[in-house]
């Protein structure tokens, strides 16, 4: 995850990311394999939890999921642990 260039480097190239999904991606792996609450992944993202709700989240994590299709679930996997958060599994270097 090249944090400078926001971009999800795997062995078929890479994938563009906006700033927001380059923050939670290096959050959620500073975190693994521990599942990040849903309200820290707010925080990162600076929504105030009190002004959304959680469905703002969801549809968040939603978009980011479908840009990462074409990674091999073999390098790492976004799951969401229900009523939780979510969780990052497999390896992601962080570059800064």
């Known amino acids: 995850l090249n944090m400078q260039t926001y ?3 795997h062995k078929h190239g890479y ?3 906006t700033l927001n999904e380059a923050k ?3 959050f959620l ?3 693994s394999p521990a599942v990040a609450e849903y309200h820290e ?3 990162v993202l600076g929504v105030d939890l009190d002004n ?3 469905n703002t989240l ?3 994590m939603s978009r980011l999921r479908q840009k990462l299709v074409g990674i091999d679930e073999s390098e790492f996997t976004l799951q969401n642990k229900r009523s939780s958060g979510y969780r990052l599994t497999g390896n992601v270097v962080i570059m800064n």
């Open 41 to 43: 992944i707010m925080e």
């Open 15 to 17: 994938v563009a990311l």
């Open 58 to 60: 969801e549809t968040f």
């Open 7 to 9: 971009q999800l480097i």
């Open 24 to 26: 939670v991606l290096s």
């Open 52 to 54: 959304a709700r959680q």
């Open 29 to 31: 792996t500073l975190r």
